[in-house]
């Protein structure tokens, strides 16, 4: 009994990934060329990324102020120039003086 339904969840699951999957294939089947639905299929990936990182950035510390205090730092540094190493560095370092500090 219980091996069943995990089987048939499962399935459920396979088909409905599946299903995500092909149906941007089925609906366009020819180059996109509206200057509006490109731009906005363009930015998807880099939304979707931020979506999912800026919480966790806020969250991972045991303060939502030094990850607050992190976030700031490195988007500072990626202002300046900084590549993605040092501005994981120094969100590093702003997190460990933050608590250091703070807590």
Known sequence: MYGRRVYLSLIIMILTVYAIR??????????????????F?????YVTLAVMTFPAILTATSSIWSGAIALAAGI????????????????????????????
């Not at 299929?41 to 990936?45: G, I, S």
């Not at 590549?83 to 994981?88: C, E, K």
């Open 22 to 39: 092909v149906t941007p294939f089925l609906i366009f089947r020819k180059e996109i060329k509206n200057k509006w639905v490109k731009s």
């Open 41 to 45: 299929l363009y930015y998807v990936p």
């Open 76 to 103: 500072i540094v990626a202002l300046i120039g900084g590549d993605l190493f040092t501005v994981a560095i120094c969100a590093c370092v702003a997190v460990f003086l933050s608590e250091f500090i703070f807590i």
